[in-house]
């Protein structure tokens, strides 16, 4: 069911799902969390259909904020979905503009859900001070993605400037899969002759810049370097060159990777691209700060030499 109301106050929102719920329509009142997601318009129903498939795995209530302007009319209108309409949990759309264009404690007090964590989302447009603002004032974690900023790698430069305990960004995210590989592969064959690293992506990708900057900081001795690969994905290869021979990890396409190790045929490994509901839920599991991304941003960019090399050939 979806109820629209427009030119509204939250307060009526609130109503609203009180009258819903005492009717039967929201299924359930088992909520973990509040999920607070300040969006731009055109960006909302993805934003919703994440949320919406990150909450079967965490049932919360998604409150979106479209902020329409600062220079419009001063004016909030209001959507409810429950049901059907809103998966496992229970969203409520909010539209602002003119002075309510920026959403604060003020303006989405009345519809958090009593003694449970906030989480709050920037899908696009990225905050200068992510932890200072209104939003994030309240939240205990705060999620953005730099990669979908006009300027991805000014923007993980924002978040490194600005980080704050409970800060995340889901171009670190996506790399979990990547990250639990090398670092197999790292307590197989040791770092025992281990010359250099390269990693091949996007050279315009914050994930690829923090990949390189986390295995910058796991080996500070050893050099770290960046070789663009044409393709879509953002990272696409890891070389690791060693006396022993080298070992390197490749997925430039799909949802497998080619792992080639000194003196043994190629092995496939399942390395899927992780899918933006699958990092929100992920994020959505857990709570506390994520120090090692803190720490990436904070010592492992500055430690990391940005500058790309010519790939080499396998």
Do not use: F
């Not at 989480?119 to 603002?133: K, L, Y």
Request: net charge negative; glycine share 8%.
């Amino acid at each position: 069911m979806i109820v629209d109301l427009p030119d509204t106050k939250t307060s009526q929102v609130a109503k609203t799902l009180v009258m819903l719920r005492r009717e039967g329509h929201v299924g359930s009142n088992a909520r973990v969390l509040t999920l607070v997601v300040s969006t731009l318009p055109g960006h909302e129903e993805a934003a919703v259909e994440a949320a919406q498939a990150a909450a079967r795995e965490h049932p919360c209530r998604v409150i979106v904020v479209v902020r329409e302007g600062a220079d419009r009319p001063t004016r909030l209108s209001g959507e409810v979905r429950v049901g059907g309409d809103a998966g496992a949990s229970e969203v409520i759309i909010l539209r602002t503009s003119g002075e309510l264009n920026e959403p604060d404690e003020s303006l989405i007090s009345a519809l958090l859900l009593p003694d449970d964590p906030v989480v709050s989302w920037w899908p696009s447009g990225v905050p200068e001070d992510v932890s200072s603002t209104p939003l994030g004032v309240i939240s205990q974690r705060r999620i953005t993605d730099a990669a979908a900023e006009p300027d991805p790698l000014d923007a993980l430069g924002r978040l490194a400037a600005s980080w704050r305990p409970g800060d995340t960004d889901l171009s670190w995210t996506r790399l979990t899969l990547w990250r639990t590989q090398l670092t197999s592969i790292l307590d197989q064959y040791g770092t025992r002759g281990l010359r250099d690293i390269t990693v091949h992506g996007a050279l315009t990708s914050p994930s690829t810049v923090l990949l390189a900057a986390w295995l910058q900081l796991q080996l500070p001795a050893v050099p770290v370097r960046l070789a663009e690969a044409e393709g879509e994905a953002p990272v696409q290869g890891v070389r690791l060159a060693r006396r022993g021979g080298d070992v390197e990890i490749s997925r430039p396409v799909g949802d497998v990777a080619q792992l080639y190790l000194p003196g043994q045929s190629v092995q496939h490994v399942a390395l899927p691209v992780r899918t933006l509901p699958a990092c929100l839920a992920e994020e959505l599991r857990r709570l506390d700060d994520d120090v090692v991304l803190g720490r990436v941003l904070t010592h492992g960019l500055p430690a990391c030499n940005l500058s790309p090399v010519a790939p080499s050939p396998r």
